[in-house]
Structures are given as structure tokens and as C-alpha cells.
């Protein structure tokens, strides 16, 4: 176990697993359920922050932002910043979340992807870019958080079985 | 900084551009399952059942081309009488099929992508049909896709017309509901019914004249308004279309116009000289500018017939009524 840590950390597998999150952040779905479309990229992301953030940090959250930016057409570095303000306070809480219990994290969660989409929402609304005038553009962070406890105890599987360090 | 650049200017076109490429595949990857299922729905299906499809689309082609028989006389009619008005030529238009990739996961955002881009000389503004009329039109062109903004999407207003009697209008998205156009300041005394249909009126001179954008759904008279309240059900099949037509326009050659004999020089040498400066121009897309050219100097020509010997004050507003479209 010692001897592949020491070769190789399995980055590809955190790459692979935000390319899926990617995939599924453009899915197409029905309309009316696209409101309640969890941001699937942030939770992979916040994730692998608190689970390695000597390795994944804001340059991960942005580089991912900025595909992500292109693959929606969205505003460009809207994403990027927005994901690398999470990460960000996911970095700064990394060791307290790690103690908190799921009901915790999902509320942390909901905190987090709740504030990311108001930060959206204020840059689409200045740059003349978004018409909605109501606030329910933050069901997806109630989907997020519900998500949370199985998206973390499936990549928590994931890395383990990988070995990704 | 990022964002204020990209909305801003255009600096960062090239680096969303290549990137695009990059990220093809996922949207492919994304689409998968539908493919997927669709083939395999092809694959099992019976032999009886494209018998019946085959017969069905048989019967179709067979009614399409007898409508078709005297189109073809009635449009060189209504060239020769347009051209008996003076009116603005005809521009012959080609469709190509472009195939959907996705549509913007923005539950605000009404965008679809399509898999043809700059590659295959699609531009911005282009517009985008389906087989029953206006989608919508490009708004960012990437080397292998492009997207297109429909014309329910409150960020769009198409300039329409009622086709029976040409009153002219604005039908603008709606930010509730993807299959529903508002027609903004129509005068509770218009004569807009409902049923009407609207078409293009070419007024924007981007999107084609007369082709077929909405139904007149309802029609509200509030005595507190000062306009109606008009609502336009789009024909176009905005969320089942998956073939898509991307219109590209070849412009026909102009016939020559007997320019009136005119008493001011500059006046006819201007005439003659603005076209050609405004076609030589370097412009992106010269099929929408040829289309602008033509247009111009056509309404042009009965300004100066009228004004001819007039005061050379009137030949002064032909170059400037020139740079004024440029």
C-alpha cells in the first residue's frame, strides 16, 4: 500500500468523477425538473476538498468552473469563481465539517450551494443575463443537500477503493 | 475580471472558442442515453410498423408536391410584381440540417445547442427553423457547435406581422413558460384577432421575412392598459424538434437599376459608389450584408426619382442614408 501511494496518488480518479459530475450538470431532463437539478459539480468538488485539500483546492475549483462555464455557455468564469468560492469555505471549514454528523453537512451543504447560487444569480442579473424574479432558483441547493450523505458515502467508497491520496 | 471581460468584450471569444472543442464530448457523452434508447427503439421495431411509416410518409410526399406544383410559378409572379413595386428583392434561401445536442441546463436560460459551428459557416444571427417555423437564432458560434437562442427566451423579440393583414408587431419571450410569446405594444385598437398567425416581417433585417413565428392565443383588452395583452403560441415545436433547420441566405445577383438621370452629379455617383463600399467592407458574415446592400439600394432608387432636380440638399441624405445601415 505504501509502495503505489508513494508512485502515484490516483488523481484521474477525482478528474473522472468531476467529468461525471460535469456530464450530469448538462443531462438533458424535463423542464420542470430542472429547477430541482442539484449542482452535482460543487458536491464532487466539496467533497474532495474536505476529504484532500492538500490536493484539491481553488485551482481544481477553477479549472473545473471555467469547463464548466464553456460546456453550459454561461457567462465566462462565472462557475469558475462561484466554485472557487466554495472551495474556498470548504477549505476553511474542512476540519470541523469532517466532525460534523450527515445532518450537519447536509445543512452546511445547503448553506454553501445556497450562496453559490445567489452569487449566480447577482452577476447573471447584472450583466442583464437573467430575467427571473423570484427566488426559486435555490431549490437546487435543497436537492444538493439532500444528495449530500449518498454523494459522500459513495465517492468515500470510491477513494477508498482507488486508494487516492 | 474574467466576467467582466467576456460580457464586456470580446477578448476571450478565441479562448471559449477552442475550449468548446474540448468539451464536445461531453455533450455528446451527455446525450448518450437518449441516443441510446433511440436506436434501440429503431432496432426492435417491427417490420410491419415501417411498412405503415413508409406508406404514411408516401402519402405526405405525394400531398407536399402537389402544393409544391405551382409554387414555383407563384414565386416568380410575386418576384415580377415585386420588382413592378420596386419593393426589396427576394433573397433565395437554403436550409441546412443542423442535429440538437442539448439545451442549456439554466432553468432560465432557453438555448439549445446544435452540432454544426463555424466549420460549416454558420454565424451569428443565423436563423434557426424547424419544420413548422421560427426557432430561434445563433447567438455564439464554436468551431464544431454553435448556440441558439429560442424566441421564447425573455432576452429575445422577434419583429412579426399579422399575416392577414400586416400589422406590425414585437413578439417577445416570456420568462414562465417555453411555449408562450407576448406581443408588446399593440394598441387595444389593432386589428390583431385571435388565430391570427404571425410571420417574420424582416424589419430587424436579420431574420427572413415571412416565415411563420406564432398563433395569436388570447387576446386581454384591460381598460387600465394602454396596450393589450397579446399572447402568441409559437409554431415551431420549440421542445420536440430534433432535426433543426439553419437558414443560410445566397443572395441573387441584383438586377442592373436604370438610375434616374439626375441633375446633381454626386448625387448618382453616390448612389453607385455606396453599394460597393459598404459590400467591400470586411464583414463576418457577407451573406447578411449583401442582404442589407440590396434592401438599400432598392428603396433607395425612388427617393432620388422623386427628388430628382430638387434642391441638393435631398441628394445629400443618399451616402449618409448609407453609413446609417452599415
Known amino acids: ?165 | 475580471m474574467l466576467m467582466f471581460a467576456d460580457s464586456r468584450f470580446d477578448y476571450l471569444g478565441k479562448v471559449r472558442y477552442y475550449t468548446a472543442v474540448a468539451v464536445t464530448p461531453l455533450h455528446l457523452m451527455a446525450n448518450l442515453p437518449s441516443r441510446i434508447s433511440g436506436s434501440f427503439g429503431n432496432f426492435f421495431q417491427s417490420r410491419n410498423e415501417f411498412e405503415a411509416a413508409n406508406a404514411r410518409l408516401e402519402e405526405e410526399l405525394l400531398m407536399l408536391q402537389f402544393n409544391l406544383q405551382k409554387l414555383a410559378h407563384l414565386e416568380a409572379e410575386n418576384r415580377r410584381l415585386n420588382e413592378l413595386l420596386k419593393a426589396s428583392s427576394i433573397v433565395n434561401e437554403v436550409a441546412v440540417r443542423a442535429q440538437l445536442l442539448g439545451e442549456s441546463p439554466d432553468p432560465f436560460s432557453k438555448r439549445l445547442l446544435i452540432n454544426k459551428g463555424s466549420n460549416e459557416g454558420v454565424y451569428v444571427g443565423q436563423p434557426v427553423l424547424d419544420a413548422y417555423g421560427l426557432m430561434g437564432q445563433v447567438v455564439e458560434v464554436d468551431p464544431l457547435t454553435s448556440w441558439v437562442l429560442l424566441i421564447t427566451d425573455p432576452l429575445h423579440a422577434t419583429p412579426v406581422q399579422v399575416n392577414r393583414n400586416g400589422v406590425r408587431a414585437i413578439a417577445a419571450g416570456t420568462p414562465d413558460s417555453l411555449h408562450q410569446l407576448t406581443l408588446e405594444n399593440v394598441a387595444t385598437t389593432a386589428d390583431v384577432q385571435v388565430g391570427d398567425v404571425l410571420v417574420t416581417s424582416g424589419l430587424d433585417q436579420r431574420l427572413p421575412a415571412g416565415y411563420p413565428v406564432g398563433v395569436v392565443g388570447s387576446i386581454v383588452n384591460d381598460p387600465g392598459k394602454s396596450f393589450a395583452t397579446v399572447h402568441v403560441t409559437p409554431t415551431a415545436q420549440l421542445d420536440r424538434s430534433r432535426n433543426v433547420l439553419l437558414l443560410f441566405s445566397s443572395p441573387e445577383p441584383l438586377p442592373p437599376q436604370p438610375l434616374p438621370e439626375t441633375t446633381v452629379i454626386a448625387e448618382s455617383e453616390a448612389l453607385v459608389q455606396a453599394p460597393t463600399d459598404v459590400a467591400a467592407a470586411p464583414t463576418n458574415n457577407p451573406q447578411a450584408e449583401t442582404v442589407v446592400v440590396t434592401e438599400a439600394a432598392n428603396s433607395a432608387v425612388p427617393d432620388t426619382s422623386e427628388s430628382s432636380g430638387a434642391a441638393p440638399a435631398d441628394g445629400a441624405e443618399g451616402p449618409r442614408y448609407f453609413e446609417g445601415r452599415e
Do not use: C
Request: net charge positive.
Open chain 1, 1 to 165: 500500500m505504501v509502495e503505489i501511494s508513494k508512485q502515484s496518488h490516483n488523481l484521474w480518479v477525482i478528474a473522472l468523477s468531476l467529468v461525471f459530475a460535469a456530464v450530469m450538470t448538462i443531462v438533458p431532463i424535463p423542464t420542470w425538473l430542472e429547477l430541482w437539478r442539484p449542482d452535482w459539480v460543487a458536491l464532487v468538488l466539496v467533497y474532495w476538498v474536505i476529504a484532500l485539500p492538500h490536493r484539491v483546492g481553488m485551482v481544481w475549483a477553477w479549472t473545473v468552473g471555467f469547463l464548466l462555464d464553456v460546456l453550459e455557455g454561461s457567462l465566462l468564469g462565472l462557475n469558475a469563481i462561484v466554485l472557487t468560492m466554495m472551495a474556498y469555505i470548504a477549505l476553511t471549514l474542512y476540519q470541523r465539517l469532517r466532525m460534523f454528523t450527515p445532518l450537519q453537512q447536509s445543512m452546511t451543504i445547503l448553506m454553501l450551494v445556497g450562496t453559490g447560487q445567489i452569487l449566480v444569480f447577482w452577476v447573471q442579473t447584472a450583466t442583464g443575463r437573467n430575467t427571473a424574479d423570484n427566488l426559486v432558483f435555490v431549490l437546487s441547493a435543497v436537492t444538493s443537500a439532500l444528495l449530500w450523505p449518498l454523494i459522500f458515502v459513495s465517492l468515500r467508497f470510491w477513494r477508498r477503493s482507488f486508494r487516492v491520496n
